[in-house]
């Protein structure tokens, strides 16, 4: 067995609600935490690796010492708008993709995508797939319909244990939790005699749309979400944090 946590965290472009600069409260937060692997979403970057200007993903996995993997899914102005994973041990990319749009898409929705990463703690391997659903339920029918499909949860090269975490903007019950907790459980509901906890709106939380699911052969021993003045103010979002055992895999990268 091996101790792995999770970190997922939605941190607004680094921007809290009041629309200050937040990213001294999000590096703090991160670092506290002290994850194995932190997903986050809603990035800013250039163009280019080599561009001057905001790269959130980049400075975070500096400040804390950690690898990163970045998906961009869409330009914003002169750079890109994506998430991220960060990891304190070795990583690589599997595969990252920006989801279809819909045939008819509606006004302001956004294009949306997904990280497919093997993480490589010290006796074995991990697969861990994050993602950023969309604003509207048709967008995440299709998104997440592509997530339990044979291109990802179901394909033969995917290596147990599995962890699926991000902002799937999808409360339980709505269809989309639905469908990935048909083939991965919610790690906030298998924790016996834990209260599953919102992380939305940071304010006031109610809304439970940032989740960390995981396949049947990992255990969850402790689920967290910040909830401080620190962790109000530096995004929309509130950060979640899940312990684990998991059964790594040994299998070379």
Excluded at 74 to 95: D, N, T, W
Excluded at 155 to 164: A, W
Aim: charged residues 25%; proline residues 8%; contains cysteine.
């Amino acid at each position: 067995m091996t101790r792995f946590r999770v970190m997922t965290y939605n941190v607004h472009r680094c921007l809290g609600p009041g629309g200050n600069d937040s990213v001294e409260e999000i590096t703090s937060l991160c670092r506290e935490a002290e994850a194995d692997l932190v997903a986050l979403q809603e990035l800013d970057a250039p163009e280019t690796d080599d561009m001057e200007g905001v790269h959130h993903a980049r400075d975070l996995a500096s400040a804390l010492s950690m690898q990163l993997l970045f998906c961009r899914t869409f330009r914003r102005g002169v750079g890109y708008y994506g998430h991220a994973l960060l990891s304190r041990h070795p990583i690589e990319l599997v595969k990252v993709t920006t989801f279809p749009a819909a045939p008819k898409p509606k006004r302001g929705s956004e294009p949306r995508g997904a990280i497919w990463a093997r993480v490589r703690p010290p006796s074995g391997t991990v697969d861990v797939i994050s993602t950023h659903l969309g604003l509207y339920r048709g967008d995440r029918a299709l998104q997440s319909r592509e997530l339990v499909g044979p291109l990802w949860l179901g394909s033969p090269n995917l290596v147990h244990p599995v962890i699926l975490c991000g902002d799937l903007n999808a409360v339980p019950h709505a269809t989309t939790y639905r469908r990935l907790a048909s083939v991965l459980k919610d790690a906030q509901k298998v924790l016996a005699g834990h209260s599953p906890r919102p992380t939305f709106p940071s304010q006031w939380p109610v809304l439970r749309i940032d989740h960390v699911f995981v396949s049947d052969d990992v255990i969850v021993h402790g689920v967290r979400v910040p909830r401080d003045a620190r962790a109000r103010r530096a995004s929309d979002h509130l950060p979640l944090v899940v312990d684990l055992d998991v059964h790594t895999t040994k299998r070379k990268l």
